[in-house]
């Protein structure tokens, strides 16, 4: 039995159309060509989305974390709010005031005698005052001990 076209159609068709029964080539490449763009919009957008957390990264940055915890807020919250402090904090140099404050600790633990590192260590409940027989020997001849332990009081606060 021989197919025979209507006689209404057109006696050339466009290539797209296809005989019964055959493999349409049209849809298969419309198929791939909308899987790869649904993957390059979907990597796009990721990428886009950890814009925030790559530039701290690169930048050594101290709130590095923080940024990527907002970023992943705003992944699963869909709140652009946290992607733009995201972007801001990655953006801000924070002053460093750890290295300062390291800096002036150890300053006090040198002059202080004490071997570095050790000062952060615990605190006793008393505080105990040396004196030295030099200093014992004043105006009152009186034989002191060489160490006078002092109970601790605690602090006042002067502000409400």
């Known amino acids: 039995m021989n197919p025979s076209l209507n006689p209404a159609a057109p006696h050339h068709l466009p290539v797209f159309i296809t005989a019964p029964g055959e493999t349409d080539v049209l849809m298969v490449v419309v198929a791939i060509f909308l899987v790869l763009a649904v993957l390059a919009v979907g990597l796009l957008f990721l990428r886009l989305h950890t814009l925030p957390e790559r530039m701290a990264h690169k930048s050594h940055k101290l709130q590095f974390e923080i940024v990527a915890v907002l970023g992943l807020l705003a992944l699963f919250t869909h709140q652009h709010i946290f992607w733009v402090a995201g972007l801001l904090l990655a953006l801000i140099d924070i002053p460093d005031f750890g290295t300062p404050l390291r800096r002036m600790a150890g300053s006090l633990e040198k002059i202080a005698g004490i071997p ?26 009186v034989e002191l001990p060489k160490t006078i332990t002092l109970p601790r009081t605690p602090k006042e606060r002067t502000h409400a």
């Open 116 to 141: 570095p590192g050790e000062g952060a260590g615990e605190t006793p409940d008393e505080v105990v005052a040396k004196i030295t027989p030099a200093e014992a020997q004043g105006e009152d001849a």
